[in-house]
C-alpha cells in the first residue's frame, strides 16, 4: 500500500506567561515534540494516549487548522504545514476531520443542509446534480432522511449530531479523515453504530483514518496500527494485534492495565503508576516517562531513548523495551 500521508518530525509549541504584545513568552508548552508517522492508504491508524499528551493538537496540525511550529506533514508529496492560499484549500479537499464534540461542532443557527453543503460552498463546487441533491445524497450515506436537510442541530441526537459531522467532512469526497475522539461524547450503545458506520464508510469510499481516542478497546476495534503517545512523543508503534498481545512500552503496559476484562476467570496484573504526568512546558530530561517508571535508570535521566524498530511492524522508545518486568 502507498502512503497516503506522512509525518516528518513534527513540532507544535505554544507560548506560555506572555503579559504583553511585544513581551517575550515565560515558556512554551511543548504539545507535539517531534512526531514521525506513515498512514497507508486505505488503512486506520489509532493514536492513544492519556489526556493532555498531544494527540489532538497533532490532528488539528496534520489538518493544518493549527500552523506547525516546526516539522513536515507530506500529503501527495505536498507539505500542508507550508500551503497557503489556493494550494492550501486544494489540499484540504483530501484531508477533513471529524471532532469530538458533535454538540459544540455544529452551528446552531445554520441548517443540516447548509452545515453539510458548506465545504462546498467554500471550495465553489457545483456538482451537476446541484448542491442541495448533494448534500440529501450525503445524510442518506450516514444514515439520516435526506428530508431533514431543513432542519436545526438541536433536533438531532448526538449520535446524529455525530452523523452530520461526518457527512460534512466527506462532501469535498476526501481520501483521509482525521478522527478526533468521534465516539467519546456518545453513549456506549451509540458509539458502536458510529464506529460501525465509519467502518462501511472505509470500505465504500477507500478512505485512510487517524482514530484519535483514549479508549483503548475502541482502538482496538477498529485500528490497523496503533501509536502511542506520551507528554507530545509517540513512545511505541505497531500493528493492533502485536501492540496488545506484546506491548513493550512500560508506559503501554500500564496503560492496556487498566482496560476491563471481560473474562472474571483471567486475572490481569493492574500497573498503578505513581506520580502525575510531568508539565509539558517543562518535560524531564532524558527519557519523558522516567519519572513514572519503576525501570528508569540513570540512563533514562540522561539519554533520550529514539523510536527504533525492535521486528517488522513494532517501534518503541525505551532503552529497556519488553513485556517484563513488572513493578513489584
Given at each position: 500500500m502507498?502512503?497516503?500521508?506522512?509525518?516528518?518530525?513534527?513540532?507544535?509549541?505554544f507560548?506560555?506567561?506572555?503579559?504583553?504584545?511585544?513581551?517575550k513568552?515565560?515558556?512554551?508548552?511543548?504539545?507535539v515534540?517531534?512526531?514521525?508517522?506513515?498512514i497507508?492508504?486505505?488503512?486506520?491508524l489509532g493514536i492513544?494516549?492519556?489526556?493532555?499528551c498531544?494527540?489532538?493538537t497533532?490532528?488539528?496540525?496534520?489538518?493544518?487548522l493549527?500552523?506547525a511550529?516546526?516539522?513536515?506533514?507530506l500529503?501527495?508529496?505536498?507539505?500542508?504545514?507550508?500551503?497557503?492560499g489556493e494550494?492550501?484549500?486544494?489540499l484540504?479537499?483530501?484531508?477533513?476531520?471529524?471532532?469530538?464534540?458533535?454538540?459544540?461542532s455544529?452551528?446552531?443557527?445554520?441548517?443540516?443542509?447548509?452545515i453539510v453543503?458548506?465545504?462546498?460552498?467554500v471550495?465553489?463546487?457545483?456538482?451537476?446534480?446541484?448542491?442541495?441533491?448533494?448534500v440529501?445524497?450525503?445524510?442518506?450515506?450516514?444514515?439520516?432522511n435526506?428530508?431533514?436537510?431543513?432542519?436545526?442541530?438541536?433536533?438531532?441526537?448526538?449520535g446524529?449530531r455525530q452523523?452530520?459531522?461526518?457527512?460534512?467532512?466527506?462532501?469535498l469526497e476526501?481520501?483521509?479523515?482525521?478522527?478526533?475522539?468521534p465516539?467519546s461524547a456518545?453513549?456506549?450503545s451509540?458509539?458502536?453504530?458510529?464506529l460501525?458506520?465509519?467502518?462501511?464508510l472505509?470500505?465504500?469510499l477507500?478512505?485512510?483514518?487517524?482514530f484519535?481516542?483514549h479508549?483503548?478497546s475502541v482502538?482496538k476495534?477498529v485500528?490497523?496500527?496503533v501509536?502511542v503517545m506520551y507528554?507530545?512523543k509517540?513512545v511505541e508503534?505497531?500493528g493492533?494485534?502485536?501492540?496488545?498481545?506484546?506491548?513493550?512500552?512500560?508506559?503501554?503496559?500500564?496503560?492496556?492495565?487498566a482496560?476491563?476484562?471481560?473474562?472474571?476467570?483471567k486475572v490481569r496484573?493492574?500497573i498503578?503508576?505513581?506520580?502525575?504526568?510531568?508539565?509539558?512546558?517543562n518535560?524531564?530530561?532524558?527519557?519523558?516517562?522516567?519519572t513514572?517508571?519503576?525501570?528508569?535508570?540513570?540512563l533514562?535521566?540522561?539519554?533520550e531513548?529514539?523510536?527504533?524498530?525492535?521486528s517488522?511492524?513494532?517501534?518503541?522508545?525505551?532503552?529497556?523495551?519488553?513485556?517484563?518486568p513488572?513493578?513489584?
Open positions: 502507498s502512503e497516503a500521508l506522512e509525518v516528518k518530525n513534527l513540532v507544535k509549541t507560548p506560555v506567561g506572555k503579559k504583553g504584545f511585544f513581551s513568552p515565560a515558556g512554551y508548552v511543548h504539545a515534540d517531534g512526531v514521525s508517522l506513515a497507508k492508504s486505505g488503512e486506520t492513544v494516549g492519556e489526556s493532555g498531544g494527540k489532538s497533532l490532528g488539528r496540525v496534520m489538518t493544518h493549527l500552523p511550529t516546526d516539522g513536515q506533514v500529503l501527495n508529496g505536498v507539505d500542508v504545514t507550508r500551503a497557503k494550494e492550501l484549500q486544494k484540504r479537499r483530501t484531508i477533513q476531520m471529524i471532532f469530538q464534540d458533535p454538540y459544540s455544529l452551528n446552531p443557527r445554520h441548517t443540516v443542509g447548509r453543503g458548506m465545504p462546498l460552498v471550495q465553489n463546487i457545483n456538482p451537476a446534480q446541484g448542491r442541495k441533491k448533494r440529501q445524497e450525503l445524510l442518506e450515506l450516514v444514515g439520516l435526506p428530508e431533514h436537510y431543513n432542519r436545526y442541530p438541536h433536533e438531532f441526537s448526538g446524529q452523523r452530520i459531522g461526518i457527512a460534512r467532512s466527506l462532501a476526501p481520501k483521509i479523515i482525521i478522527a478526533d475522539e465516539v456518545l453513549d456506549v451509540i458509539q458502536a453504530q458510529i460501525n458506520l465509519l467502518q462501511d472505509q470500505k465504500q477507500d478512505l485512510s483514518y487517524v484519535i481516542a479508549d483503548l482502538v476495534h485500528s490497523d496500527r501509536a507528554l507530545g509517540i508503534e505497531a493492533s494485534e502485536e501492540l496488545y498481545s506484546k506491548p513493550m512500552h512500560p508506559y503501554t503496559l500500564a496503560l492496556l492495565s482496560v476491563p476484562e471481560p473474562n472474571p476467570e496484573q493492574r498503578l503508576l505513581t506520580g502525575d504526568v510531568p508539565s509539558p512546558i518535560p524531564p530530561s532524558g527519557c519523558r516517562f522516567r513514572r517508571c519503576w525501570r528508569a535508570t540513570e533514562c535521566a540522561t539519554t531513548p529514539p523510536l527504533v524498530q525492535i517488522t511492524n513494532h517501534k518503541v522508545a525505551c532503552h529497556f523495551p519488553g513485556p517484563t513488572l513493578p513489584n
